[in-house]
């Protein structure tokens, strides 16, 4: 499937792909969504209602790797070790990710960000002391894990390209994969999609989106 570069709002690159008019990260700004969904709502949410300093998250579309690395940025500035999973059924080659600037926006190691490319799938890497990485390379609708995760960085392509990731077959899974209280969090607010994640039991909350978004979806296991 062919993928071109496209520069979105706040100046940081994301991968567009002609064929579904579709991106792997919003337009109005890759880095910003980014650090409002995942690490505000999602990371420091978590953080801030629990006193555990491990956590563990599982990441629904490993993509060009923003979400790891912003998280992985997060943990050095910090006193928390983060355990990351991450899902991927088609992973980018690492010629398309070096054309990225998320190192130089954030002012961050190329080398270590490509590092997370590059390890091999299907076992865990020591990116650093306090984040361990682990990538696996298989369809959603295929996860079977159980009670393991604290937190799901939701970050699958949208409803209106992939409908099938936004169903109750799939949020059920990702409630099962859940430890109690675990969250959820997506840049999503597609009513269908809250509907699903409430019929498999969670409770819904509809926040502010980032930029260029009205509203955004967390959902935490009952």
């Given at each position: 499937m062919k993928r071109t570069l496209f520069k979105t709002g706040d100046g940081s690159y994301t991968l567009h792909i002609p064929e579904w008019d579709e991106q792997y990260h919003s337009k109005h700004g890759a880095i910003a969504e980014a650090l409002h969904v995942f690490?505000?709502?999602?990371?420091?949410?978590?953080?801030?209602?629990?006193?555990?300093?491990?956590?563990?998250?599982?990441?629904?579309?490993?993509?060009?790797?923003?979400?790891?690395?912003?998280?992985?940025?997060?943990?050095?500035?910090?006193?928390?070790?983060?355990?990351?999973?991450?899902?991927?059924?088609?992973?980018?080659?690492?010629?398309?990710?070096?054309?990225?600037?998320?190192?130089?926006?954030?002012?961050?190691?190329?080398?270590?960000?490509?590092?997370?490319?590059?390890?091999?799938?299907?076992?865990?890497?020591?990116?650093?002391?306090?984040?361990?990485?682990?990538?696996?390379?298989?369809?959603?609708?295929?996860?079977?894990?159980?009670?393991?995760?604290?937190?799901?960085y939701f970050d699958a392509f949208g409803i209106r390209v992939q409908p099938e990731l936004w169903t109750e077959e799939i949020f059920g899974k990702m409630y099962m994969a859940l430890k109690p209280n675990g969250v959820l969090v997506t840049y999503a607010a597609n009513g269908n999609a809250r509907r699903a994640m409430q019929a498999v039991g969670f409770k819904v909350e509809r926040l502010a989106g980032p930029p260029g978004k009205k509203e955004m979806l967390r959902a935490t296991k009952k």
């Amino acid at each position: 499937m062919k993928r071109t570069l496209f520069k979105t709002g706040d100046g940081s690159y994301t991968l567009h792909i002609p064929e579904w008019d579709e991106q792997y990260h919003s337009k109005h700004g890759a880095i910003a969504e980014a650090l409002h969904v995942f690490i505000k709502e999602g990371l420091y949410h978590w953080l801030s209602r629990n006193s555990e300093k491990a956590v563990s998250i599982l990441e629904i579309g490993f993509g060009t790797g923003l979400n790891a690395f912003l998280t992985y940025l997060e943990t050095e500035k910090n006193s928390f070790t983060v355990h990351y999973t991450a899902i991927e059924a088609f992973p980018l080659e690492v010629t398309e990710v070096q054309k990225l600037n998320y190192t130089s926006l954030l002012n961050a190691s190329e080398e270590l960000f490509l590092q997370m490319h590059r390890v091999p799938w299907e076992e865990i890497h020591g990116i650093s002391e306090k984040f361990h990485l682990k990538k696996q390379q298989q369809f959603f609708s295929e996860i079977s894990s159980g009670n393991c995760f604290n937190l799901i960085y939701f970050d699958a392509f949208g409803i209106r390209v992939q409908p099938e990731l936004w169903t109750e077959e799939i949020f059920g899974k990702m409630y099962m994969a859940l430890k109690p209280n675990g969250v959820l969090v997506t840049y999503a607010a597609n009513g269908n999609a809250r509907r699903a994640m409430q019929a498999v039991g969670f409770k819904v909350e509809r926040l502010a989106g980032p930029p260029g978004k009205k509203e955004m979806l967390r959902a935490t296991k009952k």
